[in-house]
């Protein structure tokens, strides 16, 4: 079946811009996390959701950043007054349900990735 | 808090000979253990996971790791490498003792990179 997409693939802004980025989770996932990648490192947590809600939160640097994901499907992370600091690859994930009480727990399949080069 | 160490950016292997890429974790209570591949300009993907059980976890592509709770170590092997293995690889855990929402999140390594020579 289709995979987790993400749009645009690249995205090149000014300093001070606002930015976009969409993800497309597979089909039946309901738990969504962005990540961000910056050159060289791992994926660093920003925000996970679990339906239309954003269950943690904790990993978004400042409040320049917010997700949403209204239907509990598509999901748009948000950039407002983009610095160059910003610029990385921004991944996306989903995964099946993820229950705390069974500790049940479904691997993240992930997007390519948007990189975001802010100038 | 939880971290990852993978303490070789890069491992040179020749083709046909077994090779192992390093991860030591950090977490507080038990942990969940992953590891992901990375092609060029393409998302990670997913190659195997330790939950619970046999300490020796088969994966995808005929990769394997072997959990180690007295060291805190989760390396990935393969018996015979690939030229096309050739990738970043990423090590990643989650803490499940930790209680709350923030129990989901992956912490992942700085990732090495795997280069597999004919």
């Known amino acids: 079946g289709a995979g987790v997409s993400q749009t645009p693939s690249n995205k090149v802004t000014e300093k001070g811009k606002y930015v976009e980025l969409r993800c497309d989770p597979i089909s039946g996932h309901t738990a969504l996390y962005w990540y961000r990648q910056s050159l060289g490192q791992g994926p660093e947590f920003l925000i996970y959701f679990q339906g239309t809600g954003a269950a943690d939160d904790s990993g978004l640097p400042n409040d320049r950043f917010f997700a949403v994901r209204p239907e509990g499907s598509v999901s748009t992370l948000k950039i407002q007054r983009t610095e160059r600091g910003d610029s990385a690859v921004y991944l996306c994930?989903?995964?099946?349900?993820?229950?705390?009480?069974?500790?049940?727990?479904?691997?993240?399949?992930f997007g390519p990735g948007t990189r975001l080069t802010v100038l | 808090a939880q971290s990852v160490a993978q303490p070789e950016d890069q491992v040179n292997v020749a083709e046909g000979n077994p090779l192992t890429v390093k991860c030591t974790y950090s977490?507080?209570?038990?942990?969940?253990l992953f590891w992901y591949v990375q092609y060029p300009n393409r998302g990670l993907q997913f190659l195997l996971k330790?939950?619970?059980?046999?300490?020796l976890v088969k994966g995808s592509y005929g990769f394997e790791a072997e959990f180690n709770k007295s060291q805190t170590s989760f390396h990935l092997k393969k018996p015979s490498a690939l030229v096309s293995d050739s990738a970043l690889y990423f090590c990643?855990?989650?803490?499940?003792?930790?209680?709350?929402?923030?129990?989901?999140?992956?912490?992942f390594g700085k990732g090495t990179k795997l280069s597999v020579i004919p």
């Open positions: 990643a855990v989650r803490d499940i003792t930790r209680s709350g929402a923030g129990s989901y999140q992956l912490t």
């Open positions: 977490v507080s209570g038990n942990p969940y």
């Open positions: 994930a989903s995964s099946r349900y993820t229950n705390v009480k069974t500790s049940t727990y479904n691997e993240q399949f």
């Open positions: 330790y939950i619970t059980g046999d300490n």
